[in-house]
């Protein structure tokens, strides 16, 4: 997750102090990721090291108030238009176990329980987004859409180790 | 329908298996499976093809009867009836849904989800109000009068879960009812066979899209003709619908 990157979307809405880039921050993505405002203050300096962002003044007590630069605005542009690519992939601790247990005698258990354990995530997920507010609650339920589909890709790929592995032991 | 207790299960599938007898020897398609479904519950059946599913989903309407164990529709055993209350009961009391062809082309929405009432005996008049009321249940009232060809797919499944919950009927079985919607329309079916089964009747559901098994109370795997045992899944934060509220770091909580 950048943190730079949404404070600099957020910087680039409106001038804002610390604590309401926290709760900008917070309140656009549903809620899903709790934001340290020791984190903010920290990504606040690096953003003015770098050129990105800069104080502009104390209109609000005695909290600082910083805005985005002409800089910032153009690696904020960058980060918009252009795809995020993971590489290398991240580390995935479940394709990891899955590989490495391709050689233990019951491969099968093991695919089944984690198997199992992500239906039950998948439709605890889908209880979450039948009780959502479609209107109040947009953001939610489309971080809602893409956590029910990262499930799924698992599932599917749980699936498709069971059958391939059914394929080779049969041939 | 009966006079059976409320904790009978709607339906129930004791030590049933089906075995096709082919030149080549028997082959076993299902089980012997246990299953009992009660009412007001969605159950959703995933499995690769070839794991049994529209065997058991056959077996569970008494479109097709078991070589092994017995099946119990509302408590009666399918047996034991002679075939014309088999066809009673099947048409008052189990609606089915299928990936497409569910209605009939040259009748209405309205007429195509009379018919089945239709067909029991009732009443004219007395059908298309049932048939209205089905159709409100679904929100499609006021598509009553259209051809199935003048409806959307996504429309049409609205279509097919308001007929196959028409008038007494409480069973709906359904063959991948979500199969050719795309996905914000499968979600809308998936979303209204849920509220049926909130509002008290039954489903058993065979699909591969574990995001449309997710809407069900419980999700069984298939694997060759038998359940999956999960007895040795390990359960997690006890009762999900407790947690559910639950939306703290989603990230953490992988």
């Known amino acids: ?171 | 329908m009966s006079a059976t207790s409320v904790d009978t299960p709607i339906l129930a599938l004791e030590g049933v298996g089906r075995v096709h007898p082919t030149h080549s020897g028997p082959v076993r398609a299902l089980g012997p499976v246990d299953l009992a479904v009660r009412r007001g519950e969605l159950v959703a059946i995933m499995g690769p093809s070839g794991s049994g599913k529209s065997t058991l989903l056959a077996l569970a309407g008494a479109l097709d009867r078991p070589t092994e164990g017995r099946v119990l529709l509302d408590g009666h055993d399918l047996a034991t009836l002679a075939s014309a209350e088999l066809a009673r009961l099947r048409r008052r009391f189990v609606g089915y849904v299928f990936q497409d062809l569910n209605l009939l082309p040259g009748l209405t929405a309205l007429e195509n989800v009379a018919l089945p009432l239709e067909l029991d005996g009732v009443r004219l008049v007395a059908a298309r109000d049932e048939a209205r009321a089905a159709l409100e249940r679904v929100r499609l009232a006021h598509l009553a009068d259209r051809f199935p060809d003048d409806l959307s797919g996504g429309e049409q499944q609205r279509v097919a879960i308001a007929r196959a919950f028409v008038g007494p009927r409480a069973l709906l079985l359904a063959d991948e009812p979500t199969g050719a919607l795309d996905s914000v329309t499968g979600e809308m079916v998936m979303r209204l066979l849920r509220a049926q089964c909130d509002a008290g009747r039954t489903a058993l559901l065979v699909t591969h899209d574990a995001t449309h098994a997710a809407w069900a109370d419980r999700v069984l795997a298939l694997r060759d003709g038998r359940f999956v045992d999960h007895a040795a899944t390990p359960r997690g934060v006890g009762d999900p619908r407790a947690s559910a509220g639950a939306r703290s770091n989603p990230e953490a909580r992988r």
């Open chain 1, 1 to 171: 997750m950048s943190v730079r990157h949404s404070l600099l979307a957020l910087l680039d809405r409106e001038p804002s102090h610390g604590y309401a880039l926290k709760a900008g921050f917070e309140a656009g993505t549903a809620h899903a990721w709790p934001l340290n405002v020791g984190q903010v203050y920290t990504t606040l300096a690096r953003l003015e090291r770098d050129g990105l962002a800069e104080p502009a003044g104390s209109d609000d007590g005695p909290r600082q108030t910083w805005r985005i630069t002409d800089a910032g605005r153009v690696e904020l542009a960058r980060w918009f238009h252009g795809p995020l690519v993971e590489d290398p992939p991240a580390r995935d601790e479940l394709a990891i176990k899955v590989l490495l247990a391709i050689a233990a005698e019951d491969v099968t258990a093991i695919l089944d329980v984690q198997r199992a354990a992500a239906m039950e995530r998948l439709q605890d997920l889908t209880r979450q987004k039948a009780r959502a507010d479609p209107e109040r609650e947009f953001v939610w339920l489309l971080l809602l859409d893409a956590l029910v589909l990262k499930v799924e890709a698992e599932i599917r790929w749980l699936d498709l180790c069971a059958a391939r592995l059914a394929a080779r032991g049969g041939s």
